[in-house]
């Protein structure tokens, strides 16, 4: 068994398999892993590191394919990838098509990966910053001195798939030149106003940055979304197919969440108005003469 670790890169991984197809290596003598699961394996085969006399030819669509299933994670994450690559090289092209055992986890994958980005921008919530209060942060300078420039805006999130660096993109263009960070429990990305810097290992101060900033407007939002919140038309099962409950702990309004789904519960789903509303006086209403 041969034992690689590709760092978790599709280009680390790409330059890896071009090199097992050309001495033709079957998929069943390969395995991803990371470094210290290598001793676990042992290859009695000895193989040039050069490339072998073997050329492959590959749709440009399958490049594609297995970049965007790349971001997925979970287990046999590289070496579902190998298999498809070395049966469509071997003129089986079927493996790319979802009506494939193989092609449908392909794109079983895909489907999530593509959820996860949708995720990250129905669900992340920016938090703009007070100049002088980063500003007096020296950690937070220190680590982004490869920009000189500090962020306006900060948002934490937890995505469950490696979709950051290409779901960000999306920002780009609706922030306009604002400056902007997002970071997670892994990685982290920077937009300057310029340039989008990705970093794969977030730093420690922007994970507490974005994770300890304080919305200036939270309350304001809070009292917004407590009553346009419609009980009246509450489904819990429709609204966390929508709205998972792993993101609530992230958003500001998600501590509100659990207890307006139980007011619903207990007859506000009735009557449909909130608690603060239905207990306000009336005005009365005279007739003009």
Known sequence: MIVLDCDDLFETWRQQARWLLSHQIDPDQVSWSVKEDADLFASDDHYPPHNGPFQARVPLELLALLQNAAQYCGDQRWSLLYEVLWRVSHGDRTAML??????????????????????????????????????????????????QK????????????????????????????????????????????ERLIHKRQCPAAWQSLARNADDPHGELWLTYYSHIFNRARLNPKVMQGHLPTRFWKNLPEGPLIPALISEARTGKQRDGQARQIAERRGKVIRSGH
């Open 150 to 193: 500090l962020p306006e805006y900060v948002a934490w999130h937890e995505p469950a798939h490696d979709i950051l660096h290409s779901a960000s993109q999306h920002f780009v263009g609706r922030m306009g030149k604002h400056r902007w960070m997002i970071a997670t429990p892994k990685d982290g990305v920077f937009y300057d106003g």
């Open 98 to 147: 979802a009506g494939d055992k193989l092609g449908s986890e392909v794109h079983r994958r895909l489907k999530q990966v593509s959820r996860e980005a949708h995720h990250l921008h129905a669900f992340l919530r920016f938090i703009a910053l007070p100049p002088c209060n980063v500003g007096k942060d020296l950690e937070v300078k220190a680590a982004l001195l490869e920009t």
